[in-house]
């Protein structure tokens, strides 16, 4: 016995080593969970508008274009219940926080993480916000192992070595810059590919944890005396036209609902918004710099106005 | 909890320490298997039980009903009762394995031939993992006490240990009584070396199911799911894919399931033997699956006959009795192996046809070539083995289009889309060519190797333990990287199903 251990831990040894110096490399390596984490702990107290949410609310809302001080806390395929999770640390810590934005998608009451293709990412919240999730499991909480690919991770560790590469994709308030979509670019294909990887038959149950994430978001708002937006970003007419509309119509009810019943909640459904045309799109769900100009200015004037 | 599951990760070296450190002791001392036993026993029930607490009553029920029956069948005063006590315990197996996996299927199958709205009468029950494996396990052993080639074990332990073995509780190799119980029966001592083995053939088990047949199956999934209108190159990929990954998952499965074993100091019988370099049907049903195919020859084919007419028969009749008999056993045999894979007609179209495909062999007696291993002594086949190689892979590959299909009429269209060669163009593929490279690479690196080692019990057995060693060691760092590459989350063996 004591010779088979003796030969599994002599086997096991460099790998555990080469890990453990990996792991520690990967997470020197600036990335976009790390700084807007980091970012909020230190300057929590200061942001008077909090903006929530998927790619949606990434690339569509402009912090530097804000009047008041915003920053862009969303993430790429952000859920509500990591929504809920970084609004209930920042809003401990800051008092001047007025609004929260939070993007409602025709996705939004449908999607969770585990279920995601892109699952992975709950690892970024487990390391960097401390989400408590699966508190004993190495996948959610090791970038090596946690990872998707060791691949692309040792990649991006040794082009951050030589070309000084980071992993960090927003600017330092938080918001990713999109390019307008190409001139040759396939709307219709692009448009329906999107919809049918966003259109999902799930349970019941999934919906409901959905609905509680956004109203415990709203209680904590109501708490803390702050407004909360709900914000149906504009698409292109490729996707929204390919979109089931039981599926929105479930997202919009239940935003139109959650507004009218509570006095510090607004929605606002742009969805199919007759100002955003082609040159405001990245491509057929996302906006461009553009586009997130003309959506910026109007929750700007919405939030000055109140 | 699966084995690629992180639960099992701690469950493993936690159960394998405990049962080595403190329970082989306590067993030293006792001089008896009752401490391993015992500990196995209660680990399996905990591994088990991890799926859903409620699925132990019925194995601990199925355990106390066989056992019970194998005391009563060595007790009968008589042949007639002994009988009674065997078939009493396979009715009782039988009707809760059908009740669980059959019943809803009969039901509205039935009720839609005769018109009727049976909703109310079907029961939506889940089904058990791995309920057909232990059922088998159980009902071989009370057969095999009744036929006197094992005698009853008066030992409960045991016996709930021989049936609940976690390594192969859910989903094989189904074991036989004859040879796995014995092992249950006397204290097991540690070998360094078979702990050692044991490491290698799970190592080389998660690789093909984490690293080749996980990636298989995404693009497997996606071409399956594209029911609308399927193209030929489509149903190719689609059915090379899943031939590679549903032998990669299963294989896998059973390597790790045997190597597992061999921790404990527990050898398991051998389930694949490398089916895909098979030269005919018949190899390849020699070669698949040989815990199942060999239970059903055992238990079903020779019960119903055989291919052996009854002696008190005339000469012509004889030859005659014999084509019928070959032809209605054979076709049972398949059907229902089609049958236990479970309640679609999927599964029974996929076993009509590869009955239809081994009857022409063993009616001419041909079913008996290639028993030695192909390219015996040489590193590769001739061209005559090759594209008997060949011939046989697409033969079952077409099996495997009707046995993954939805239903048949999927089945049907997919297989129809072959002779449609307009659709045989790559760029048909619903994805990206580079991805389809990398998971062919990652195939070819697995039969190679398979290849290489094709007359070993597994890929990484080990001939000389002092040969090549820094290579080997830097082929296990790699498999692992590999593991680290494309493994992740955990993903359900397909054979949990079944």
Redesign the interface.
């Given at each position: 016995?004591r010779?088979?251990l003796l030969?599994?831990c002599s086997?096991a040894l460099p790998?555990m080593v080469a890990g453990i110096a990996v792991e520690v490399a990967l997470r020197h390596l600036p990335n976009d969970y790390a700084y807007k984490s980091r970012w909020l702990a230190d300057h929590a107290e200061s942001v008077e508008v909090l903006v929530l949410g998927s790619s949606h609310g990434l690339s569509s809302i402009r912090p530097d274009l804000m009047t008041l001080r915003t920053f862009n806390a969303a993430h790429v395929s952000q859920t509500l219940a990591f929504d809920r999770h970084i609004l209930e640390q920042v809003i401990q810590c800051d008092d001047s926080l007025r609004w929260v934005v939070l993007p409602m998608s025709y996705f939004s009451l449908v999607e969770e993480m585990k279920d995601n293709i892109e699952?992975?990412r709950e690892k970024n919240y487990c390391i960097y916000y401390g989400y408590p999730s699966?508190p004993?499991?190495?996948?959610y909480h090791s970038e090596?192992?946690g990872a998707?690919?060791?691949?692309d991770d040792i990649i991006n560790l040794v082009r951050y070595w030589t070309e000084g590469t980071t992993l960090r994709d927003t600017d330092s308030l938080g918001y990713r810059h999109r390019n307008p979509a190409t001139s040759d670019y396939d709307w219709a294909s692009d448009g329906h590919a999107r919809a049918m990887l966003h259109t999902r038959q799930v349970g019941t149950s999934t919906i409901q944890r959905n609905r509680s994430h956004v109203e415990h978001i709203a209680d904590l708002c109501r708490q803390h005396g702050v407004q909360l937006l709900l914000v149906t970003t504009p698409a292109h007419r490729a996707y929204t036209s390919c979109l089931d509309n039981s599926q929105l119509n479930e997202v919009t009810q239940f935003c139109l609902s959650l507004a009218e019943t509570n006095s510090h909640i607004r929605y606002l459904n742009l969805l199919n918004d007759p100002r955003f045309n082609n040159a405001d799109f990245h491509d057929a769900d996302h906006l461009d710099d553009e586009g997130a100009a003309k959506l910026t200015a109007i929750i700007d004037s919405l939030t000055v106005a109140l | 909890m699966g084995f690629t599951s992180?639960a099992f990760v701690?469950f493993l070296p936690a159960t394998f320490l405990i049962y080595?450190?403190l329970i082989d002791r306590v067993a030293g001392r006792s001089k008896t298997a009752t401490p391993q036993n015992l500990f196995l026993l209660a680990a399996s029930y905990l591994f088990y039980g991890w799926w859903d607490w409620r699925f132990l009553v019925l194995i601990a029920f199925t355990s106390l009903c066989s056992y019970g029956s194998g005391l009563l069948i060595e007790r009968s005063d008589s042949h007639r009762a002994a009988r009674c006590w065997m078939l009493a315990n396979v009715i009782v197996n039988l009707l809760i394995l059908g009740i669980f996996k059959y019943y809803d299927f009969f039901v509205s199958e039935l009720a839609a031939l005769l018109g009727i709205d049976a909703s109310r009468a079907l029961l939506h029950l889940v089904l058990p993992v791995g309920i057909s494996f232990y059922t088998f396990q159980a009902l071989s052993y009370s057969i095999d006490v009744y036929r006197r080639r094992i005698a009853a074990t008066h030992d409960v332990v045991a016996f709930a240990a021989f049936l609940s073995f976690f390594p192969q509780l859910v989903a094989g190799p189904i074991e036989r009584a004859t040879t796995l119980l014995p092992q249950f029966c006397q204290r097991r001592p540690?070998s360094?070396e078979q702990?050692?083995d044991g490491?290698r053939q799970m190592l080389w088990g998660f690789f093909k199911k984490m690293v080749v047949a996980d990636t298989c199956a995404i693009y497997a999934d996606q071409l399956f799911a594209t029911t609308a209108s399927p193209t030929a190159i489509g149903t190719l990929a689609g059915a090379l894919l899943f031939t590679l990954q549903i032998y990669a998952d299963f294989s896998g499965y059973s390597d790790i399931a045997i190597g597992c074993a061999k921790l404990f100091g527990i050898r398991l019988m051998r389930n694949f033997d490398n089916p895909y370099f098979s030269r005919s049907i018949a190899e390849f049903w020699r070669r698949w699956h040989i815990s199942l195919t060999s239970w059903f020859r055992d238990y079903v084919y020779i019960p119903l006959g055989g291919s052996r007419p009854t002696v008190s028969d005339t000469a012509t009749h004889q030859e005659a009795r014999r084509r019928l008999l070959i032809v209605r056993n054979t076709l049972i045999i398949f059907l229902i192996s089609g049958l236990w894979h479970g309640a679609n007609w999927t599964y029974l179209a996929w076993g009509a046809y590869h009955a239809i495909l081994f009857m022409p062999l063993i009616l001419t007696g041909r079913n008996r070539h290639y028993r030695a291993t192909v390219a015996d002594g040489r590193w590769l086949p001739s061209f005559r083995e090759a594209a008997q190689m060949l011939g046989t892979f697409l033969l079952v590959a077409v099996g495997w289009v009707i046995f993954r299909a939805e239903d048949l009429t999927q089945a049907w269209s997919m297989l129809a889309a072959l002779a449609d060669w307009h659709t045989l163009s790559p760029s048909l593929l619903p994805f990206d060519m580079q991805k389809l490279i990398e998971t062919t690479l990652l195939c070819l690196l697995m039969l190679s190797v398979e290849w290489w080692t094709r007359q070993r019990s597994h890929a990484l057995e080990v001939l000389n333990p002092r040969r090549l060693r820094p290579l080997r060691?830097a082929g296990?760092?790699m498999l692992?990287?590999l593991l680290?590459?494309y493994g992740?989350?955990e993903q359900a063996f397909i054979y949990f199903q079944f």
């Open positions: 016995m010779r088979f030969i599994i086997f790998l699952w992975w699966h004993l499991n190495p996948l090596v192992i998707p690919k060791i691949k | 992180f701690i080595w450190l540690f360094c702990a050692l490491m060691l296990y760092y692992l990287l680290l590459q992740g989350r």
